[in-house]
């Protein structure tokens, strides 16, 4: 007969550490999950929030541009100076400027949204363009010559005659 008598509890300790490791594994796998769908909404938030921006943004153009409007009618009647048609001229132009940067906001905002999804990805996204694959390239280069090639001499000459210098 082989092998040990008494193992002093090695097994049973080997058993509960194993089932705690897989216990560790899973409570891994749910905190990682938790935090996947905690980065969608977050994103999700930060594209809501950019398009309410958005909308602000437009209402705070067209006030400024009715702003405007009626200080350069005060000015045509003489109850305005030039220099409050030329507030009321850049209060309109930083109004279509914010515009412009919210709209920025907003695509960031859809972006980070579709990264945090995972979507943002050339075969996701449709861009006609070639991936990885990496069965595709195994199966290109596992016929290749081992020995090295005429072109891969010459570079390694170049190579180490640049390493000499």
């Given at each position: 007969?082989?092998?040990?008598?008494?193992?002093?509890?090695?097994?049973?300790?080997?058993?509960?550490?194993?089932?705690?490791?897989?216990?560790?594994?899973?409570?891994?796998l749910?905190?990682?999950?938790?935090?996947?769908e905690?980065?969608?909404?977050?994103?999700?938030?930060?594209?809501?929030?950019?398009?309410?921006?958005?909308?602000?943004?437009?209402?705070?153009?067209?006030?400024?541009?009715?702003?405007?409007?009626?200080?350069?009618?005060?000015?045509?009647?003489?109850?305005?100076?030039?220099?409050?048609?030329?507030?009321?001229?850049?209060?309109?132009?930083?109004?279509?400027?914010?515009?412009?940067?919210?709209?920025?906001?907003?695509?960031?905002?859809?972006?980070?949204?579709?990264?945090?999804?995972?979507?943002?990805?050339?075969?996701?996204?449709?861009?006609?363009?070639?991936?990885?694959?990496?069965?595709?390239?195994?199966?290109?280069?596992?016929?290749?010559?081992?020995?090295?090639?005429?072109?891969?001499?010459?570079?390694d000459?170049?190579?180490?005659?640049?390493?000499?210098?």
């Open positions: 007969v082989s092998g040990p008598i008494y193992s002093g509890g090695a097994i049973a300790s080997a058993s509960r550490a194993a089932m705690a490791q897989r216990d560790a594994k899973r409570a891994g749910h905190v990682a999950g938790l935090e996947v905690q980065e969608v909404r977050n994103a999700f938030v930060v594209l809501e929030v950019a398009r309410a921006k958005g909308t602000a943004t437009d209402r705070q153009i067209e006030a400024a541009s009715v702003a405007f409007r009626g200080v350069r009618e005060e000015a045509s009647l003489g109850a305005r100076t030039t220099l409050d048609v030329l507030n009321a001229e850049q209060e309109l132009l930083d109004a279509r400027v914010s515009r412009i940067s919210t709209r920025i906001d907003e695509q960031i905002a859809s972006y980070s949204l579709l990264a945090a999804m995972g979507k943002l990805t050339a075969t996701e996204l449709d861009l006609g363009v070639k991936t990885y694959d990496p069965a595709e390239y195994y199966n290109l280069v596992k016929s290749a010559p081992r020995a090295k090639s005429k072109q891969g001499a010459a570079l000459r170049v190579l180490q005659g640049l390493a000499g210098n």
